[in-house]
């Protein structure tokens, strides 16, 4: 490489980072580094990894590949004889996940969104339990706006996350979940009556109805929901939810009490989930060996950072033992392309690679 190319990766680095905070144009650079994926498809030695599953966090996991499909040595498979009660260990892994990269894409419409809170009158709980039917009013509250949505014309993008609350779950001791919604929708009217697609009052007759669905006195609660824009990042509205909503281990769920911690944390629709499976590849196993390995000179060159994150513990009778991986995050798209293009090369010539991308570094020294 010449002078010129070998700087190539850092002379667009503050447009990059404007561009990542902006979130313009986004899906449609993320759509470019599908495409230049496509043709790595195979390439490269069969390591011993997983081929990385990748999507709009632009983040790269290193993982063994485990005969089995079991994954990082851990079951999948739980005991039969004690099944677990699904949703009382919080919100898992997986769905912050689902929920990061819903988010990450939703950045960029973020004029058109809207957020929503559902919070019951402490008076609604005991007949949820009694019932046991919050499963019923928290899915019946996501279906009815998206068909509400649907009905006059929008896509019906919905996200929802549940939170049990620390101020109330903390007033009362018991669980008290309340449900946290970005919608597609804000700043739309009507079509023919020139009224707001998402207002106040219809917002509540929404809340109204999965109530009457769930069993709850058909008498109108004052100040069910809350519906505002979104004014700055559609990931910020939520993020602080799935770091603290969904601690159930300090509360009382005696009495049947567990009834009211949600089996199923999040929903979303399925424009939602289209919408992320869009925008999602999968890259060889060589490929994250070449992080594994290269992760320095690929932070030299400032296109990302790596972290080794604890996914898992193995317990033995005698060990208790950490299982950790590998994580890249890549700084944005265009840092992608530019490590795919240094992939293609490392492949083709590790030495020549090695060359090549150090004297890149020696001249952003």
């Known amino acids: 490489m010449t002078q010129t190319k070998a700087q190539s990766p850092h002379k667009p680095f503050q447009q990059r980072r404007r561009q990542v905070r902006s ?27 997983a081929a990385p599953s ?5 983040t790269t996991w290193v993982v063994p590949a485990v005969a089995g499909g079991a994954g990082l040595g851990l079951s999948p498979h739980g005991n039969s004889q004690e099944p677990v009660r699904r949703g009382l260990s919080g919100l898992p892994t997986s769905a912050k996940k689902h929920i990061k990269r819903t988010l990450c894409l939703m950045e960029e419409l973020r004029a058109r969104l809207g957020f929503w ?29 998206i068909q509400y949505l649907k009905q006059h014309g929008d896509p019906g993008l919905v996200l929802a996350v549940v939170e049990l609350g620390d101020k109330r779950s903390a007033r009362t001791g018991r669980p008290m979940p309340h449900v ?34 769930a069993g709850l006195p058909a008498e109108v609660q004052a100040a069910n929901s809350r519906i505002e824009p979104i004014r700055t990042s559609v990931r910020g509205y939520l993020t602080k939810y799935l770091r603290k909503g969904s601690r159930v281990e300090d509360l009382d769920l005696s009495g049947g009490w567990d009834a009211l911690v949600p089996h199923q944390w999040w929903n979303r629709s399925a424009s939602a989930k289209a919408l992320v499976d869009g925008h999602l590849f999968r890259l060889p196993p060589a490929f994250a060996a070449f992080v594994c390995q290269q992760r320095a000179r690929l932070e030299a060159l400032g296109l990302g950072f790596a972290r080794v994150v604890e996914v898992g513990r193995r317990k033995t009778k005698t ?11 890549w700084r944005d798209t265009s840092a ?17 690679f090695e060359r090549e991308v150090d004297g890149c570094i020696g001249v952003a020294a």
């Open 117 to 145: 809170t559902i919070s019951l009158p402490d008076s609604d709980y005991p007949y949820l339990l009694e019932q046991n039917s919050w499963p019923i009013f928290q899915r019946r509250l996501v279906d009815r706006v």
């Open 180 to 213: 946290h919604i970005v919608l597609s929708g804000w700043g739309t009217r009507v079509k023919g009556t020139g009224t707001w697609l998402l207002s106040p009052g219809l917002m509540d007759r929404l809340v109204a109805d999965a109530r009457r669905d």
């Open 319 to 329: 060990l208790d033992m950490p299982i950790e991986a590998l994580a890249f995050g």
């Open 23 to 49: 979130w313009r144009g986004f899906s449609a650079s993320l759509k470019a580094v599908i495409r230049a994926v496509e043709p790595l498809e195979g390439v490269g030695p069969d390591y011993a990894y």
């Open 336 to 352: 992608l392309q530019v490590g795919l293009e240094w992939f293609a090369l490392w492949v083709d010539s590790p030495s020549l």
């Open 54 to 58: 990748m999507g709009p966090e632009l």
